[in-house]
């Protein structure tokens, strides 16, 4: 009923072009270059020092982080709380309103 049709490879139409031969080059030496001299060693960057200043900046900034964090998840939290407990009272109203209407036919 459904079979695949393989397609046929056709022969190529048009010039066929003989392949090229490629002759071996020779590798000529260049002059021998010195070696490059010595380059100094770059300097290490220096080390970073925590001022008392430094410190508690970044201990206050690491404070607004977890609490701004806190606040999102717990906001998320209430609102999937909520969701739920209108879907609940939802479910509640629709209940005896769908069995009512069935006890009536």
Avoid at 22 to 29: Q, S
Avoid at 68 to 94: K, N, P, R, Y
């Amino acid at each position: 009923m459904l079979r695949p049709k393989i397609p046929t490879n056709p022969m190529p139409t048009g010039r066929v072009m003989p392949p090229v031969l490629v002759e071996p080059t020779t590798v000529v030496p260049s002059a021998q270059v010195p070696p490059p001299a010595p380059v100094a060693p770059m300097q290490s960057r220096p080390t970073v020092q925590l001022t008392p200043g430094t410190a508690l900046a970044l201990v206050g900034s690491g404070t607004a982080a977890v609490l701004v964090v806190g606040a999102v998840l717990v906001s998320m939290l209430l609102a999937v709380a909520i969701t739920s407990a209108s879907v609940a009272v939802c479910a509640l109203v629709i209940r005896p309103l769908v069995t009512a209407d069935a006890k009536r036919r």
